[in-house]
Nanobody, 119 residues
Framework: QVQLVESGGGLVQAGGSLRLSCAAS????????MSWFRQAPGKEREFIAL????????RYADSVKGRFTISRDNAKNTVYLQMNSLKPEDTAVYYC????????????WGQGTQVTVSS
């Protein structure tokens, strides 16, 4: 069983930056594919970024490419999402998710952290 706890959300002005963290319990975190998703009010959950178990491979949604960076520190059981040049349309609840099978099927989800970008 893995528990994921996100933190780092908040209110920021457009053009600003935030760094989200996702702390994971469990001894096998370093074998999991990890991703970030977000969900805005009235919208479906949206994939944001993905990072392989060793951090060597990443993928981003077009909407955040060049502005967001996903990274991980397996020694700290933590995955990060650095968000720069934030826009009001980035406002959403952000979730991290863990995929033990590396097939982009996420068995574990955090509770989410709110990010609000004011114009």
């Amino acid at each position: 069983q893995v528990q994921l706890v996100e933190s780092g959300g908040g209110l920021v002005q457009a053009g600003g930056s935030l760094r989200l963290s996702c702390a994971a319990s469990g001894r096998t975190f370093d074998s999991y594919l990890m991703s970030w998703f977000r969900q805005a009010p009235g919208k479906e959950r949206e994939f944001i970024a993905l990072i392989s178990w060793n951090g060597f491979s990443t993928r981003y949604a077009d909407s955040v490419k060049g502005r967001f960076t996903i990274s991980r520190d397996n020694a700290k059981n933590t995955v990060y999402l650095q968000m720069n040049s934030l826009k009001p349309e980035d406002t959403a609840v952000y979730y991290c998710a863990a995929d033990p099978s590396h097939v982009e099927r996420y068995d574990y989800w955090g509770q989410g952290t709110q990010v609000t970008v004011s114009s």
